[in-house]
């Protein structure tokens, strides 16, 4: 079983800053995607971004050019710097990690923007 822990979630101003970071542990053998996901009051759960072994990467429209992810396969950890931030992008964030099919996931981040 792959363990997942988030951190670096917290308040900050609209136009600031914040970066998560995620570390699977556990049962490792061959991580697959690692992806961040959000989930505000309300909404469904969405995908913001994602990144492959190899580094190529996805993103939602609306974090496009804000948001980079990145990751660090030796250490089986990855990282959503979050740049701009806007209200909207208020949200639980929730760190995914794929193995050989299978989706696990963290507890989640609050992330909250408000002046």
């Known amino acids: 079983q792959v363990q997942v822990v988030e951190s670096g979630g917290g308040l900050v101003q609209p136009g600031g800053s914040l970066r998560l970071s995620c570390a699977a542990s556990?049962?490792?053998?061959?991580?697959?995607?690692m992806g961040w996901y959000r989930q505000a009051p309300g909404k469904q759960r969405e995908l913001v971004a994602a990144?492959?072994?190899?580094?190529?990467?996805n993103y939602a429209n609306s974090v496009k050019g804000r948001f980079t992810i990145s990751r660090d396969n030796a250490k089986n950890t990855v990282y959503l710097q979050m740049n701009s931030l806007k209200s909207e992008d208020t949200a639980v964030y929730y760190c995914?990690?794929?193995?050989?099919?299978?989706?696990?996931w963290g507890q989640g981040t609050q992330v909250s923007v408000s002046s």
């Open positions: 556990g049962s490792i053998h061959s991580i697959n995607t």
């Open positions: 990144i492959t072994p190899g580094g190529y990467t």
């Open positions: 995914n990690v794929q193995q050989f099919g299978r989706n696990s």
